[in-house]
């Protein structure tokens, strides 16, 4: 099961206003942001790797 990138793209800018917006809380602003683009780089990399294996698993089928 892959996402589409138009999915990936949308949860990126909400992650990334979400926590970027987050200024109030005691983690400053700029660690936020990262740790979120860390995580969307990591949600990225899944999905990549979920189509690459569910490409070639029915690459081998045919």
């Known amino acids: 099961v892959s996402l589409g990138p138009g999915f990936l793209l949308g949860l990126s800018v909400f992650a990334m206003a979400a ?12 660690i936020s ?6 995580v969307i780089a990591g ?13 070639n698993k029915h690459a081998n089928i045919e």
């Open 19 to 30: 926590a970027c917006a987050s200024r109030a809380v005691a983690t400053p602003s700029v």
């Open 33 to 38: 942001c990262q740790i979120a683009a860390s």
């Open 43 to 55: 949600v990225a990399d899944v999905d990549v790797l979920l189509g690459v294996i569910y490409q």
